[in-house]
């Protein structure tokens, strides 16, 4: 027997006691006491039963949360595993470009290099992988790793001017975080205080 219902047992004997069992109001002072004790007992009983469903309830919905999230972010470690081989791709693609002139070979390397890597883009894609190339953005310490501050006159302050390795995010969550540039704040002009 659970002790669910051994407790569902007791607080039934408890209310057939109550009601069955109780003497006649005003028969002795000792009945009406031991009525009331035993209604309290049944109160608190419930009460009981009540918390422990209500926690079960929680345990139940907590659980389901941590499934669902096991299920959305259980590609993370695949992907980053696949990021590197998507950062020699983009490599291969920049590196190619310089030199269409060198021949048709080239042109032909070039041209597998970035059909492979659209595919893996769009395969990522699938997968709710997102690619961060946050050029032009305001500088955003979640999304960002800042490499170093470079004077930009033409640039926002704090906003990215470069990208030195792009980011990724899975399902919104961070995979890893872009390195960037960020634009230095224009220094203030300097007073001559001994003048």
Known sequence: MSADEKRNEQVDELNDAVQG??????????????????????????????????????????SEI????????????????????????????????????????????????????????????????EQLNPVGEPFDPQQHEAMSMVPAPDAEPNSVVAVVQKGYLLNGRVVRPAMVVVAKAGEAPKIDEQA
Do not use: C, W, Y
Not at 22 to 44: C, F, I, N, T
Not at 76 to 101: N, T
């Open 21 to 62: 069992d109780a003497p006649e109001a005003g028969s002795d002072a000792d009945g009406g006491s031991e009525v009331d004790q035993l209604r309290a007992q049944v109160q608190e009983l419930q009460d009981q039963a009540l918390r422990a469903q209500a926690e079960m309830q929680n345990v139940r919905r907590r």
């Open 66 to 129: 941590d499934v669902e999230k096991a299920h959305k972010f259980a590609l993370e470690k695949f992907v980053k595993e696949l990021l590197p081989v998507a950062d020699s791709l983009e490599k291969a693609v920049e590196a190619a470009q310089g030199h269409q002139d060198a021949g048709d070979v080239v042109a032909s390397i070039h041209e597998g290099v970035e059909m492979t890597l659209g595919l893996m883009m769009n395969s990522l894609k699938k997968f709710n992988v």
